[in-house]
């Protein structure tokens, strides 16, 4: 008679029960604690993505340059930027953006922080300043993201630490599913909703790790720069912050105001190009133009480096004062100038944007699911909270309506109308679990409301700019606006 066979032990497992249940108990604080603001900031990130394409939908009769600047075409639209400034009595600061930077246009802007003048001008690929740029709702949602529309200081920083709750959020979780990995696959689709949920939310979150992590570190890093340089010149500078900004930013301009010519950029341009074959212009910052003192900050890109562009320094008569380092530095260089480029997703052209559009809106989703798929616990569990199931259901769906309804208001109103039409629009959506008593039925009327915003967007863009319009990614825009109407459009 043959021994009976013995039972398999159970794998040990990796971590043990009750720290899994702790790091759980933690991931849900921590995303309860900071989920409104983490899909605010997702969301704004997402559609930040495409900012370029947004400033020339909404000013599609703009001139658009395509591949590199000469430096002639820079020199100029330098020479021309500094008389407009001098024109309009605020001749301090130049900068000028190329299209590598700024999406198929060459942006000229000037600024005077004493008198509070700034102006921004496009050019054509000559250098020639054509119009004064206007894109108040494409201003108004980069503003959402970098600083929630806070006095500066304050909403980096909130958005900062938001970043890092975010990233504390994918560890934690990552820590509170040890299986995660091996269900990478698994999606229980036709059984209960909330399981459904959790697996969208737990694959979702597997599948762009390695996205969700460099945006959210990148975007804490970003966000906590100032405490980070305080930081710097504590620990190497003896507290002198302005020792720490000009070892990361470079040279400032001299206290010389006596009046100098304007910087040769041209010069300057083909003299990195010696030197770097194949560079090419991205941008220039003039600080000080016209006086002694000045400071040119020019930005080349090299092709095969993420940043970018590597800055050079160099006095007004073109005289050089280093660089940034950003490409050809040391590591902590490198990975500085790495650092903006892999937050924005901006290089590798459009197809990588469409990349990272989609990975965002990925982990803008994993933040709502989070919430939905805790509050569905409870109501499993007995405990259910049908007021904030209302209220999630009105904080989430209630931004891309205040988005697309500020949009409409930016194509017809006064610039300083967006953000209230916005807070209004988020105000109306909180106020809604008051009057529905259906978490479901405020999602679908908010979604419903959400497509028609949109759709009145298109259309009226399309009213206003169909006889001038030249560029035509405003059509592509305008069509991808419609699609995206389209799939928010409740169909059941």
């Keep these: 008679m043959q021994a009976r066979s013995q039972p398999r032990p159970r794998k040990r497992q990796v971590l043990p029960p009750d720290f899994v249940r702790a790091m759980l108990a933690g991931h849900s604080a921590l995303g309860l604690a900071f989920a409104w603001l983490i899909y605010v900031v997702c969301l704004s990130g997402t559609a930040a993505v495409f900012a370029n394409e947004f400033r020339r939908w909404e000013q599609p009769d703009g001139p658009t340059v395509h591949g590199s600047v000469s430096p002639e075409s820079v020199a100029t639209a330098l020479a021309g930027a500094y008389a407009q400034a ?61 600083n929630l529309h806070l006095p500066r200081a304050w909403g980096t920083f909130i958005v900062g630490l938001t970043g890092v709750a975010l990233l504390s959020s994918l560890v934690s979780g990552l820590l509170a599913h040890p299986r995660v990995f091996k269900d990478a696959f698994a999606l229980r689709w036709g059984g209960s909703r909330r399981l459904q949920e959790a697996d969208l939310h737990n694959r979702l979150g597997v599948w762009g790790l390695p996205f969700h992590v460099v945006v959210s570190l990148t975007g804490a890093m970003l966000g906590l720069a100032t405490l980070v340089v305080g930081v710097l010149a504590l620990a190497a500078y003896e507290g002198d912050s302005e020792k720490a900004f000009a070892t990361l930013l470079g040279p400032r301009a001299g206290p010389d105001r006596t009046p100098a010519a304007v910087p040769d950029v041209a010069s300057m341009i083909r003299h990195v190009l010696n030197d770097r074959p194949g560079a090419t212009f991205v941008n220039g910052h003039f600080e000080q133009v016209g006086k002694a ?116 208001a ?83």
């Design 293 to 408: 003192g000045q400071v040119v900050h020019l930005g080349m890109r090299t092709p095969g480096h993420i940043a970018f562009s590597n800055t050079y320094f160099l006095d007004g008569t073109g005289k050089s004062l280093g660089d940034g380092g950003l490409e050809q530095g040391g590591l902590g260089q490198q990975i500085l100038g790495a650092i903006p480029p892999l937050h924005v997703g901006w290089f590798g052209g459009l197809t990588i944007k469409v990349v990272y559009g989609l990975l965002g809106l990925a982990l803008t989703v994993v933040t709502h699911s989070g919430v939905s798929i805790w509050l569905a616990r409870r109501r499993d569990k007995g405990r259910p909270a049908p007021v904030w199931e209302r209220i999630w259901a009105a904080a989430a769906w209630g931004q891309p309506l205040a988005l697309a309804t500020s949009a409409t």
């Design 86 to 146: 001098l024109a309009d009595t605020s001749a301090h600061d130049v900068s000028i953006l190329g299209p590598a930077l700024t999406g198929a246009r060459l942006v000229v802007s000037y600024h005077d922080h004493r008198a509070g003048i700034e102006e921004i001008w496009l050019a054509d690929a000559q250098g020639r300043l054509v119009m004064r740029a206007r894109a108040p709702w494409t201003e108004f949602l980069t503003h959402l993201h970098i």
């Design 410 to 492: 930016a194509l017809q109103l006064q610039e300083q109308t967006i953000l209230p039409v916005y807070l209004a629009t988020v105000l109306v959506a909180l106020l809604l679990p008051a009057c529905m008593g259906n978490a479901a039925a405020i999602t679908r009327a908010l979604r419903l409301f959400t497509a028609a915003a949109l759709a009145a967007a298109v259309l009226l863009h399309s009213l206003i700019w169909w006889p001038r319009a030249t560029d035509p990614l405003a059509w592509f825009v305008s069509l991808s606006t419609l699609a995206a109407a389209a799939i928010i459009w409740p169909v059941a």
